[in-house]
């Protein structure tokens, strides 16, 4: 291993708060030195990896993650956790930086000393997570956090990419924006582990009540994906603090009910869904930079638009360029 792995490494193993940035930075970069840097660092920091519960939390934007996540953060290090916060932001299209800064909108938090927050740019990844969260995930278990929370943007497909890196996975719902029980028709519920009713408080209180019965009736008619657990609906109030205690109650027996077994095969399938997500990633990054299918692209594009030629014959002409040999 390198010097400046080994002693990322290192630092990471001694908790060092600005190694782990430091470490999340170099695995974040694209830069082709960075690449075999990182894997070397990330090779070196595995074998204190997975002790951590792994939660995400995704919702729309303007239900309060930022919030909820801060009221139940300060709960947990007052517990005596320690806590690391991946916070993807939508992204800057010309720059790419994080645009919201959750250390900003967390700021409590973010001054405690066993916290320690990380915004990171969706940039163009499908889902509203970082491409390198996972291993952003992992550098924060070897730096000694017990409890890894991945908050998404909560657009797209963000809620089924969160679910294939967390062992719980939360889904906030937000009162009164009248969209009913719409997630049953995006599927969104059958991911969840744990739904929770945000903002039940004041005027919404009514109206939060509602919508959490609502959403107990319908979870009755659907099959749990896990035979051990039933997704459970909660409300809370992170303005109040109300209800807050009990989400995370609900994790904790989510844990317990899947038991070791079950959270050592729920990792497994996130294991191989990652490796066939970097296979595909890195194919992909492969064909575009080859020359034959740079020298074909931008024409076999504009014929596909034109109506020219179909998509599929212009996919088997490019393949070919990729293979080196004739369309099939």
């Known amino acids: 291993m390198s010097g400046h792995a080994a002693d990322l490494a290192a630092r990471l193993a001694a908790g060092d708060r600005q190694a782990l940035a430091r470490a999340i930075t170099l695995v974040e970069s694209t830069h082709p030195e960075h690449l075999a840097e990182a894997r070397r660092l990330l090779a070196a920091a595995l074998p204190r990896t997975g002790g951590a519960q792994r939660v995400g939390i ?29 916070a993807v932001d939508p992204s800057s299209r010309r720059g790419g930086g994080a645009l919201l800064g959750d250390k900003t909108r967390m700021a409590g938090l973010a ?6 927050i990380r915004p990171s740019p969706a940039g163009e990844t499908l889902g509203g997570v970082a491409r390198r969260t996972r291993e952003a995930l992992l ?8 409890v890894v929370i991945v908050e998404t943007v909560g657009v797209g497909q963000s809620e089924t990419a969160v679910a294939e890196m967390v062992d719980s996975f939360v889904l906030l719902l937000a009162p009164g924006g ?3 029980l ?20 004041g005027a919404l ?3 939060a009540a509602r919508m959490r019965a609502d959403y107990v009736a319908a979870l009755r008619l659907l099959r ?3 035979p051990a657990w039933s997704p459970r609906v909660l409300a809370c109030s992170a303005r109040t603090g109300e ?18 077994e079950g959270i050592a095969r729920r990792r497994a399938a996130q294991a191989r869904a990652w490796l066939w997500s970097e296979i595909d990633a890195a194919l992909k990054a492969a064909f575009r930079r080859h020359p034959g299918v740079r020298a074909r692209l931008e024409a076999l594009e504009a014929a596909v638009v034109a109506g020219e030629t179909t998509p599929d014959a212009a996919a088997a002409e490019l393949l070919a360029a990729f293979r080196g040999g004739d369309s099939a």
Do not use: N, Y
């Open 58 to 86: 995704s919702g729309a934007p303007g239900v309060g993650k930022s919030t909820f996540i801060e009221a139940l953060g300060l709960g947990l290090v007052g517990q005596g956790h320690r806590l690391a916060v991946l």
């Open 243 to 260: 209800g807050v205690a009990a989400v995370w109650e609900a994790v904790r027996d989510h844990r317990r009910a899947l038991g070791p």
């Open 111 to 116: 001054r405690d000393a066993r916290a320690f």
């Open 182 to 201: 719409q997630g049953l028709k995006r599927g969104i519920v059958e991911l969840a582990d744990i739904l929770v009713v945000t903002k039940a408080d």
């Open 178 to 180: 009248g969209d009913g």
């Open 224 to 226: 749990p994906v896990d």
């Open 205 to 207: 209180g009514p109206a």
């Open 139 to 146: 550098l924060c278990e070897a730096a000694g956090f017990d």
